[in-house]
């Protein structure tokens, strides 16, 4: 009988991976068929990407398990993974001898000289709280045996082997988290895939030793045991440390940068930025051409190492001995110097074996480590204010100055509600170093500034010298961070839900930005204020999320208008206008959204901002009316000279009466040495001639041709202009003239419009 095979099939080595990455790396599949299939091809997802004489290339996006799977598969394949496993259906032997065969499908299976990566993949197509409590409970049954196949497929190697799920829009349960961490098994979601594939693409195979050191931390390298260097050791500052040469070979083995953009909630302070590709790249061209560093690389090592003494002479301040250097994985925590040690990690590997001087702090304190990281680099290069504000989270938690204690605890907050995939801000905030896009449109600097000055977590009293406390304030500063976590987690839930669309497409919805997030911010004091007022129950009396089911009844009509209100007027009410006021002027449309239905919510600011609004209103208005008639002027001039050059006029005005009508009024200015072109005496309606004009529409139709309601089946549509010339006699004849609230918003809209298809002409 023949005996089944351990692993099948079998994985792939290093020389035959390369089709199978340029295969995984598309976020499609592509195929070439026969013109004649294409409509049936188009109807079930695929497009066209091209067409030639006898087939057509048409592709299709992968469904959002297989991208995923593909995704984690090209990170190994770039870390330089030796075997990788080979398509979608990759089989590990897990039945007993003589038993009948059967294989668990592993998503992705890879190996190198030291581990074994062995990963389910789970995706959902949107975010949702999704059970895995069956899936784990299969992995976990199968773990002994899976690892009796690899090691029988690998004889005489014994790797540590991570146990992983990858996940992606998955929102884990605590009960499944904890029970994947009692297990050792390692869990990534969005946040960390986004950290390693940046990671990667920067480092390359250099980026591994850092994987590794994530995911097996604490665990031993055999390699690393009983290595030893000469060194001494002494204190700076009160603080133990040693200095010696080590290769990068060793270092890359041991160390470790907590980036901000991983932020492990146990590597607390997190402050390095990502590592920078383009200075990667000058650094290895300078050590391959045969550079050196004499400066130090900095490092904290997390546990006590080693030292054996050989020589202490009194009086001297430093020892001589032999240190051992750490033996596992994340154990040498890199301060300063991450580019210079990782530019070698994927350079020639005989450059691995250079020596590069290292001095290690002995368990310096986390606080000290990220204030020695800001010392010695806000000098050298300015450290960007989103990382100092994110580290004031960490270094200035338990602060007595009552300012530095509640902004500690709101950039905390916001750091935790960042990196928790159960809360609507779960990867919202731009980390320091990350590309980020659209999906990504929240700043630290701009909700923790908005969210101290809410007074929520309690405010500075008395000359800034005394903490009084706020809605959010619990028995401790720990306290206060779960109770407002709770509700903020609870309050922008209610937002999110009520238009998933809107909060997903962050800045461009108006609904996930810094100024709206930052008005909600401010809405929830007003309104527990009110509340409090009303009803007389204290805020500090009620858990954080029962205080915002206390407050449902004043949000339903803020609620009801995000899930209801059509795009057009939605954004016409809430998007930002240069000037507006920002996070203020968004506070006070949503009060006004809630005193719809509460009229007695009355809080300091809005009757007087209700009275701006409207005085501001008619300021905009006339000012508006001036640009866009200016607008229409230079842009129909800029078109006709483009047309028909010199004599844009003669040959580009075809109603003779215009020129007549404006040849007067040139005169009198040119007797006055104050003439003008022309075409600067045209009234608006004079333009609207020219431009609808049968031999110019041609030319302005993609500019002017903009349908109001109510010109459905028009060919040609220029009654804005019309209407705009009524708005322009409001602003020449103000007397017991006044512009409506539809005239308002019918000039925002047109000058949007306007400014949208007329920016590559001025």
């Known amino acids: 009988m023949t005996q089944p095979l351990d692993l099948t099939p079998a994985p792939m080595k290093r020389s035959e991976l390369t089709k199978e990455f340029n295969l995984r790396k598309k976020d499609y599949v592509e195929k070439r068929v026969s013109h004649s299939d294409i409509a049936e091809l188009i109807d079930t997802g695929w497009t066209v990407e091209r067409e030639g004489d006898k087939k057509t290339v048409v592709r299709k996006r992968k469904a959002i398990g297989d991208?995923?799977?593909?995704?984690?598969?090209?990170?190994?394949?770039?870390?330089?993974?030796?075997?990788?496993?080979?398509?979608?259906?990759?089989?590990?032997?897990?039945?007993?001898?003589?038993?009948?065969?059967?294989?668990?499908?592993?998503?992705?299976?890879?190996?190198?000289?030291?581990?074994?990566?062995?990963?389910?993949?789970?995706?959902?197509?949107?975010?949702?709280?999704?059970?895995?409590?069956?899936?784990l409970n299969e992995f976990i049954a199968l773990k002994g045996p899976m690892a009796n196949a690899i090691r029988k497929h690998y004889p005489g190697f014994k790797p540590k082997i991570l146990w992983m799920f990858v996940t992606e829009n998955v929102i884990w349960s605590k009960p499944d988290i904890e029970r994947a961490r009692q297990e050792n098994i390692q869990v990534m979601r969005e946040s960390e895939y986004r950290y390693?594939?940046?990671?990667?693409?920067?480092?390359?195979?250099?980026?591994?030793?850092?994987?590794?050191?994530?995911?097996?931390?604490?665990?031993?390298?055999?390699?690393?045991?009983?290595?030893?260097?000469?060194?001494?050791?002494?204190?700076?500052?009160?603080?133990?440390?040693?200095?010696?040469?080590?290769?990068?070979?060793?270092?890359?083995?041991?160390?470790?940068?907590?980036?901000?953009?991983l932020n492990d909630p146990e590597g607390a302070p997190a402050y390095q930025r990502l590592i920078q590709k383009t200075r990667l790249k000058q650094i290895a061209k300078f050590l391959v051409g045969g550079g050196y560093f004499p400066?130090?690389?900095?490092?904290?090592?997390?546990?006590?190492?080693?030292?054996?003494?050989?020589?202490?002479?009194?009086?001297?301040?430093?020892?001589?001995g032999t240190l051992y250097l750490p033996s596992k994985f994340k154990s040498a925590w890199i301060v300063d110097g991450q580019h210079r040690l990782y530019a070698y990690g994927d350079i020639d590997k005989k450059r691995s074996t250079d020596h590069l001087i290292v001095v290690a702090f002995e368990k310096l304190a986390d606080a000290a480590e990220a204030n020695l990281f800001v010392t010695i680099n806000h000098e050298q290069k300015r450290v960007p204010k989103n990382l100092l504000v994110e580290l004031e989270g960490e270094l200035k938690w338990g602060s007595t100055d009552p300012k530095e204690r509640i902004g500690a605890i709101a950039s905390?907050?916001?750091?935790?509600?960042?990196?928790?995939?159960?809360?609507?801000?779960?990867?919202?905030?731009?980390?320091?170093?990350?590309?980020?896009?659209?999906?990504?449109?929240?700043?630290?600097?701009?909700?923790?500034?908005?969210?101290?000055?809410?007074?929520?977590?309690?405010?500075?009293?008395?000359?800034?010298?005394?903490?009084?406390?706020?809605?959010?304030?619990?028995?401790?500063?720990?306290?206060?961070?779960?109770?407002?976590?709770?509700?903020?987690?609870?309050?922008?839930?209610?937002?999110?839900?009520?238009?998933?669309?809107r909060w997903s497409k962050g800045k461009p919805g108006y609904l996930c930005s810094n100024i709206s997030v930052g008005g909600h911010i401010r809405l929830l004091s007003a309104l527990i204020a009110h509340?409090?007022?009303?009803?007389?129950?204290?805020?500090?009396?009620?858990?954080?999320?029962?205080?915002?089911?206390?407050?449902?009844?004043?949000?339903?009509?803020?609620?009801?208008?995000?899930?209801?209100?059509?795009?057009?007027?939605?954004?016409?009410?809430?998007?930002?206008?240069?000037g507006s006021g920002g996070i203020p002027e968004h506070f006070y449309k949503l009060c006004d959204i809630v005193a719809t239905a509460a009229p007695s919510f009355s809080p300091a600011g809005l009757s007087d901002w209700r009275k701006k609004a409207t005085e501001d209103d008619m300021k905009y208005a006339d000012e508006a009316v001036k640009r866009l008639q200016t607008v229409v002027h230079d842009v129909t001039v800029t078109i006709l000279r483009k047309e028909y050059g010199d004599k844009y006029l003669t040959k580009g005005v075809p109603n003779g009466k215009i020129l007549e009508k404006a040849f007067p009024r040139q005169i009198e200015d040119a007797k006055k040495d104050e003439e003008k072109d022309l075409d600067v005496y045209f009234d608006l309606l004079d333009f609207k001639d020219i431009v609808e004009h049968k031999q110019n529409r041609g030319l302005f139709k993609d500019v002017f041709n903009i349908e109001m309601a109510g010109d459905k089946g028009l060919a040609f549509n220029l009654r804005w202009m019309e209407t705009l010339n009524n708005l322009r006699r409001v602003a020449a004849h103000p007397a017991g003239r006044q512009y409506k609230p539809e005239d308002v918003e019918f000039l925002r809209w047109i000058e949007g419009e306007l400014e949208t298809r007329t920016e590559s002409l001025l």
């Open 67 to 135: 991208r995923l799977e593909d995704r984690f598969w090209c990170a190994l394949y770039k870390m330089g993974y030796e075997e990788i496993s080979p398509g979608h259906t990759f089989n590990i032997l897990v039945s007993k001898k003589n038993e009948a065969p059967l294989y668990k499908q592993v998503d992705v299976f890879a190996k190198d000289a030291e581990t074994v990566v062995v990963a389910e993949c789970k995706a959902c197509q949107t975010p949702k709280r999704r059970s895995l409590q069956k899936d």
């Open 196 to 261: 390693f594939s940046q990671i990667v693409d920067h480092l390359g195979t250099g980026a591994r030793p850092q994987f590794l050191a994530e995911y097996l931390k604490g665990s031993s390298i055999a390699e690393m045991e009983g290595v030893t260097t000469p060194a001494i050791r002494g204190a700076l500052g009160g603080n133990r440390f040693y200095a010696f040469v080590a290769t990068p070979e060793q270092l890359l083995k041991i160390a470790f940068v907590n980036h901000r953009a």
């Open 531 to 578: 509340m409090q007022s009303e009803t007389k129950q204290d805020p500090h009396q009620m858990e954080g999320i029962e205080l915002i089911e206390q407050l449902e009844s004043y949000l339903t009509p803020v609620i009801d208008y995000i899930s209801t209100a059509p795009e057009e007027e939605y954004s016409k009410r809430f998007k930002p206008r240069f």
């Open 412 to 501: 905390r907050l916001w750091a935790l509600l960042n990196g928790d995939n159960g809360s609507p801000f779960y990867g919202k905030i731009a980390t320091p170093g990350l590309k980020q896009g659209s999906d990504v449109p929240l700043t630290m600097p701009e909700v923790k500034q908005a969210l101290v000055q809410s007074g929520l977590l309690g405010t500075a009293a008395v000359k800034g010298k005394h903490y009084a406390p706020g809605p959010f304030t619990g028995e401790d500063d720990k306290g206060t961070l779960d109770r407002a976590g709770d509700a903020l987690t609870a309050y922008f839930n209610l937002l999110a839900e009520a238009s998933p669309e």
């Open 295 to 320: 400066n130090s690389i900095l490092v904290n090592f997390k546990d006590k190492p080693r030292f054996d003494l050989l020589e202490n002479r009194d009086g001297w301040p430093v020892q001589f």
